[in-house]
């Protein structure tokens, strides 16, 4: 038996008038939370939220510096390979130098015979100077003699025989003068104005051994820029011709995030704009900060191999993503390095809106290019040696043409 005095039909009649006000409760409860999370989520996206823009569609981007060979040859040494670090100016790897050194010694001979020549030119200007000099005190005398004996034709003390050959001496002696200025000019065509140093046919020989010097030095293939060798495709003993790739360098310390947004989060996006970018390889703990430096010119699908074509009439509207190149703090690229390609996470900071939409200057530093190899002083001084043993100092010719 129980001991509730309440009778059963009255317990009854309550028990479906609570159930309805613990449910209107509940429910009460549910619409108070819903409108408090509806302000607190209205409010952070008006304060904060809607100042920032975020994608996961953003990776490691970087230059490919390609390593190729200027002159012909086969491959004698590999220096380097995949995975390695290199510094700038770091052989990679060497080409065989007999072809090149056989061309730098052919050059060298080249330049010396040039030289005496040359010096040879301004020699025979200086001999035919003297045969001139001598064929005009000739032809002076003949032509005294010629005077003196035309006089004493009348007399009858020389013959008209003798009066002749004087006359044809005369002649000879005029013809050879004649033809010594023409061969003193031709000879003061070929070296007027200039000295054995100066000389074009000089000047061509030096440009020679430059030139070989140059294809010599070019069989060591130097790194152009720091950083970690990538896609090797070259062997020892491969004969390759100017142009092949041979392998790629990675600078990994000047590499960026090429986020694509949608293109209605573009609408603040300004360059100069703070970014945070973390990335899937060290997770959410590691931060990294950069900027906004530049908006492709175009959607990905412009530029892509195979284009969408939007007027063949089956068109379906897809949201666009365009590009933004992201520049990282390069102090925190080098605690924590990143590789090419690497999944990243970026939100961006649109708050300020004042920059421009174009940017003007993408890198703050260019890449650095490979030392030229030109103007070598060892080569010239190999030069100067060359000119001092066969004689181009240039001395008596400098003398002659001022003489002129």
């Known amino acids: ?64 510096v390609q390593i190729t060979s200027e002159v012909p040859g086969t491959v004698i040494a590999l220096d380097a390979d995949d995975t390695q670090g290199v510094r700038r100016e770091q052989t990679l790897l060497e080409l065989d130098p007999a072809d090149a050194q056989v061309a730098m010694s052919s050059a060298e001979a080249r330049l010396a015979r040039a030289v005496r020549e040359v010096r040879t030119l301004f020699a025979t200007a200086e001999q035919l100077r003297a045969r001139i000099t001598d064929r005009e005190i000739e032809l002076k005398r003949a032509q005294e003699d010629y005077r003196r004996r035309s006089n004493l034709v009348e007399d009858g003390a020389v013959s008209s025989e003798e009066l002749s050959h004087t006359q044809d001496s005369v002649a000879q002696i005029r013809a050879t003068l004649s033809e010594a200025r023409e061969q003193l000019k031709a000879t003061t065509v070929q070296i007027d104005g200039t000295s054995v140093e100066t000389h074009p046919q000089v000047l061509a020989a030096e440009t020679a051994v430059r030139d070989a010097a140059l294809a010599l030095r070019r069989t060591h293939i130097l790194a152009p820029v720091t950083g970690v060798v990538a896609r090797r495709s070259v062997q020892v003993g491969q004969r390759v011709a100017p142009g092949t790739p041979l392998m790629a360098v990675v600078p990994l310390d000047d590499v960026w995030v090429d986020a694509n947004f949608k293109e209605v989060q573009l609408k603040d996006m300004r360059v100069g704009q703070p970014v945070e970018i973390s990335s899937d390889v060290y997770g959410h ?87 030229s190899l030109g103007n070598d002083p060892a080569v010239e001084a190999r030069i100067a040696r060359i000119l001092a043993a066969n004689g181009g100092t240039g001395s008596g010719t400098k003398d002659f043409v001022a003489r002129r």
């Open 1 to 64: 038996m129980s001991d509730d005095p309440t009778p059963a039909a009255t317990r009854q009649a309550i028990a479906p008038a609570y159930t309805t006000s613990k449910r209107r409760r509940g429910l009460v409860a549910f619409g108070l939370s819903a409108l408090l999370g509806g302000v607190g989520y209205g409010s952070y996206w008006l304060l904060i939220a809607r100042h920032y823009q975020s994608t996961d569609d953003a990776y490691v981007n970087g230059d490919l």
């Open 285 to 371: 703990s590691v931060k990294y900060h950069g900027k906004l430096v530049g908006l492709s010119a175009g959607t990905g699908s412009v530029f892509a191999l195979l284009p969408a074509q939007n007027a063949s009439g089956n068109w379906i509207k897809i949201v666009q993503r365009v590009p933004v190149r992201i520049a990282v703090d390069p102090e925190e690229l080098k605690v924590h390095p990143l590789r090419v390609g690497l999944s990243t996470t970026v939100t961006v900071d649109v708050r300020d809106s004042s920059g421009a939409l174009i940017a003007s200057q993408v890198r703050s530093e260019p890449i650095p290019v490979q030392a």
